[in-house]
């Protein structure tokens, strides 16, 4: 499968499919990654011993010359002392104006080899090849950044990748609670967009986590359609953009209150995102935006309700460090049914707190 990204100038193909990693140089080819400059593949410590001896053996075999670099496995190494090393490595191995950055792994790895590609040198090509579910959300969109230890994700850029290369195969590795994590997200493609595909993830999640290539190609093509809709159409978010943060103001701040470790990214935003529906209710959405989100979300094999020991305090306190908030009312992505949101700004502390304890109560 294939879709375009559609940015005019800036517009990009990704390529979704089984065994495209041994293809890979051919995509270069392709893309006019001239092979006189060198590449520097970037990895982390997981996905490096599993497909980084395959990427630079094909790369190689089709002319190109391929430095690697290797980071911890973790959110940790998106650091700005990580981007100083990298650059480092990118020196060392010759990197030039043509050369291009490859980002082999999930989001961390994507997010931090982008963000090396837009600082070297003022900026250099960039190739994703995503192994997790979830890079599919960060794959789209050219956002790209690191995090300061005051805040997450805050220094940064937008840098367009030259194409993306999904090998369904380099999913198979990938640990069951990543998985599900990336699916909360696939999830909330539908949730905003397209009622019919909540009904095909309802349907099809079984499939999907047992890692049926076919049904995690669709799911992943649909997934970045929407993404990709709706980046096209606010490339800077400047205002359609918010919609993707469906799920993640209560999910940023349980997150935020969980350490990094303990909740991971996409089960704290299936939290949200039931937060989300149930706020909804509130605003005059049918049941079914409710009882609906909660099935999908559990077949996918999210939590759906907060752990008892989280305290709500807390939780509220993080979401009030959070920017959207503004005067006793908050900002809010609303589902009004499925496959529709609304954002709403007038969104009362009381009632969000009150939503809080519900999701508590429910575990
Ligand atoms: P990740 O990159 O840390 O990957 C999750 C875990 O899976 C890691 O331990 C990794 O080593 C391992 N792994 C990756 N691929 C594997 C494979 N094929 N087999 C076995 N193990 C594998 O995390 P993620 O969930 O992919 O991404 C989260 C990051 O993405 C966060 O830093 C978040 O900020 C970022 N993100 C960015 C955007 C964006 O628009 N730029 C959007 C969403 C998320
Ligand atoms: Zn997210």
């Known amino acids: 499968r294939e879709l375009t990204v559609d940015l005019g100038e800036r517009s990009y193909p990704i390529y979704i499919g089984q065994g495209l990693l041994d293809q890979a140089a051919s995509y270069f080819q392709k893309h006019n990654i001239g092979n006189k400059s060198p590449l520097l593949i970037i990895a982390d410590s997981n996905v490096a011993p599993r497909y980084l001896a395959k990427l630079e053996q094909v790369l190689q075999a089709g002319g190109y ?22 650059v480092g490595k990118a020196l060392d191995a010759g990197l030039d104006r043509k050369s291009a950055i490859v980002a082999l ?150 997150e935020a209150v969980a350490g990094y470790n303990e909740m991971q990214h996409g089960e704290a935003i299936s939290i949200g995102m039931i937060g989300s529906a149930k706020l909804g209710l509130r605003y005059g959405a049918p049941e079914e935006v409710y009882t609906k989100t909660k099935r999908v979300l559990a077949k996918c094999g999210l939590p759906v309700s907060l752990p008892k020991h989280y305290d709500v305090d807390a939780i509220m306190a993080a979401m009030m460090h959070d920017k959207k908030f503004k005067e006793g009312t908050m900002v809010f992505v609303v589902p009004t049914a499925i496959g529709k949101v609304e954002i709403k700004s007038d969104v009362s502390v009381e009632w969000m707190k009150e939503i809080v304890e519900e999701l508590k109560l429910e575990a």
């Not at 496995?73 to 100083?84: I, Q, R």
């Not at 699916?183 to 349907?203: M, N, Q, R, T, Y």
Request: charged residues 20%; contains cysteine.
């Open 65 to 86: 010359k391929t430095a690697s670099a290797v980071v911890p496995a973790g959110e940790s190494s998106k650091s700005l002392a990580m981007l100083g090393d990298l």
């Open 105 to 254: 792994g999930g989001g961390v790895v994507g997010d931090l080899a982008g963000f090396v590609a837009a600082s070297y040198m003022r900026g250099i090509k960039f190739v994703q090849v995503p192994t997790t579910i979830l890079a599919h959300d960060s794959s789209v969109g050219g956002k790209v950044a690191v995090n300061h230890p005051q805040a997450k994700n805050i220094i940064g850029a937008f840098h367009q990748p030259e194409f993306v290369l999904y090998d369904l195969n380099t999913l198979q590795t990938l640990p069951p609670r990543d998985v599900s994590s990336g699916l909360s997200e696939v999830v909330k493609h539908g949730l905003i967009w397209d009622a019919s595909f909540v009904d095909w993830c309802e349907a099809n999640a079984e499939k999907l986590l047992a890692l049926d290539p076919d049904s995690l190609g669709y799911a992943l093509y649909k997934g970045c359609s929407v993404k990709a809709a709706v980046v096209s159409e606010d490339e800077k978010e400047m205002g359609l953009r918010a919609i993707l943060n469906l799920g993640h103001t209560i999910g940023h701040a349980i």
